[in-house]
C-alpha cells in the first residue's frame, strides 16, 4: 500500500516533468524572439529579406541532414519584420494557434 507522502512524492514529481517539458519551448521561444528583435535592429532590410528567403528555401530541404524543418517558420518570421501585411498575417496566426491550443 502507498502511503500519503508517496503519493505527494509522486504528483509533484508528475507536475515537475510536466513542467519541464514546457520549460525548453518557452525558452526557445524567448530566446527566438530576442534573436528577431536584434536582428531588426541590427540588419539592414535587404540582409533579413535575402537572409530569411534563404532560410525558407533551405527549410524545404529539411529531410537532409543539418537542414531542418525548424528553418521555415524563422525565415518567415525575418521577412515579416520587414513586410507589414505579412507581420500582422504572421501575428494573427500565432495568436490563432496558441488560442486553439490552450482548449485542448
Given at each position: 500500500m502507498i502511503s500519503k507522502q508517496q503519493k505527494q512524492e509522486r504528483d509533484v514529481d508528475a507536475k515537475k516533468?510536466?513542467?519541464?517539458?514546457s520549460?525548453?519551448?518557452?525558452?526557445?521561444?524567448?530566446?527566438s524572439y530576442l534573436i528577431l528583435k536584434k536582428g531588426h535592429r541590427y540588419l539592414p532590410p535587404i540582409v533579413r529579406a535575402v537572409l530569411g528567403l534563404v532560410l525558407v528555401v533551405l527549410g524545404f530541404l529539411g529531410f537532409l541532414p543539418i537542414l531542418g524543418f525548424w528553418m521555415i517558420p524563422l525565415g518567415l518570421?525575418?521577412?515579416a519584420t520587414d513586410i507589414?501585411?505579412?507581420g500582422r498575417w504572421l501575428k494573427q496566426r500565432l495568436r490563432h494557434n496558441?488560442?486553439?491550443k490552450k482548449r485542448t
Open positions: 516533468h510536466v513542467h519541464e517539458q520549460y525548453p519551448r518557452r525558452l526557445l521561444v524567448a530566446n518570421a525575418l521577412i507589414p501585411p505579412f496558441r488560442h486553439n
